[in-house]
Structure formats: C-alpha cells, structure tokens
C-alpha cells in the first residue's frame, strides 16, 4: 500500500512536471520516476508467489498467465487498429497496459480461488480490510484534487476525483453488502 501512495504522489506530482521540463535529464528522471514503486510491488509479488504453496502458487500462475494472454490479446487488437488508422492512439496508452493486467489478474485469480471453495482476498495477513484501504485511498485521491485544482488542468483533476470516487465507492461496497446481509439475516 505505501508504494502504491508513493506511485500516486509521483503521479500527481512528477509526471505533470516531466512534459513541462526542458532538461533532457531531469525529464527522463522525472518520467522514469513513478516505474521504480511498480517495479518495488512486482518484486514483492514474485516472492509471494514464490513463498506460496502448492495450491496458491497455481492459482497465481493461472491468473498471471491468463492476464497474460488477454492483455497480449487486446494489445494487439488495439495495435493492429492503431496501424489501420480505424482509432488513434499515442503512447500515453501504453500506460494502461499494466493496471489492465493487474485487474485481469485480480478477476481472474478471484475465479480460480472460488473452484477451491477460497476467498482469492490477501486479507488474512492484516488488521485492516482493503476495502478500509481503498476508501481511504479515494479519500487521498479526493484530498489530492482539492489541494491541486487551482495548480492542475480540468481534466486532469476530473480523472483524479473520478478514481478517487471510485475507490471509495469501490471500498464502500463491500461493507454495505455485509451490513445489508447482517441486517436481513437477523429478520
């Protein structure tokens, strides 16, 4: 979660500034910035994979390759599109290629944890729900565009408090779904 906020901080604040610099170097570090917290969570994702039993280390096999081949799928089609000049895209879209992976991933392993009666959640381990930590993402997120919507453009302050929303909707859910069946249960 810390190199996550520190992916977001660097995403707030570097990568704006790196289109607007006019030193080759510090536009390479500025732009190159906000890979290294990424690369810190793929790292951790491998060994947890690597420490996982048998069982889980199939289930994220299964997901990772799956994500693999829906992505690689959709990059291609999108590609071939791009080539063809049916839709226009530059290289910012590149940029969504690896959240479309995580998400894949994400679904994918969730679906393979239920055929073994589990969860696919890595709440286990913690004394706070990620639905906790994504509502107080969106709060970040929420705080973020507030404190940058005099410094920012429109629609970059729109998209920021879309996903901010969208975090705390997407963190809200889970603890509206158990309120709604502890409360129905008790009927």
């Known amino acids: 979660m810390i190199a996550m906020s520190i992916y977001t901080a660097f995403m707030l604040i570097a990568w704006p500034l790196a289109s607007e610099t006019t030193s080759l170097p510090l536009k390479i570090l500025l732009a190159v910035a906000p890979t290294v917290p990424v690369l810190?969570?793929?790292?951790q994702m491998a060994r947890l994979i690597l420490n996982s039993d048998e069982?889980?280390?199939?289930?994220?096999?299964v997901a990772l390759g799956?994500?693999?081949?829906v992505?690689?799928?959709?990059?291609?089609?999108?590609?071939f599109l791009a080539s063809a000049g049916v839709v226009k895209l530059?290289?910012?879209s590149l940029l969504f290629v690896f959240p479309a992976m995580v998400v894949?991933?994400?679904?994918?392993?969730?679906w393979v944890m239920r055929s073994y009666a589990g969860s696919g959640s890595c709440e286990e381990g913690f004394s706070i729900k990620p639905s906790v930590f994504m509502m107080l993402?969106?709060?970040?997120?929420?705080?973020?565009?507030?404190l940058l919507k005099?410094?920012?453009?429109?629609?970059?302050?729109?998209?920021?408090?879309?996903?901010g929303f969208g975090f705390m909707a997407g963190g809200l859910l889970p603890v509206l779904l158990r309120w709604f069946k502890r409360k129905y249960r008790r009927e």
Do not use: F, K, N, P
């Not at 799956?66 to 081949?69: G, L, P, S, V």
């Not at 992505?71 to 590609?79: E, F, Y």
């Open 40 to 43: 810190y969570v793929i790292g």
């Open 55 to 61: 069982l889980e280390r199939h289930t994220h096999l």
């Open 66 to 69: 799956t994500a693999t081949a």
């Open 71 to 79: 992505v690689s799928a959709l990059s291609i089609v999108a590609g």
């Open 90 to 92: 530059d290289g910012s």
């Open 104 to 110: 894949c991933y994400a679904l994918v392993r969730w």
């Open 137 to 146: 993402g969106g709060v970040a997120l929420l705080l973020a565009a507030l």
């Open 150 to 163: 005099h410094h920012a453009q429109a629609d970059r302050l729109t998209a920021l408090s879309g996903v």
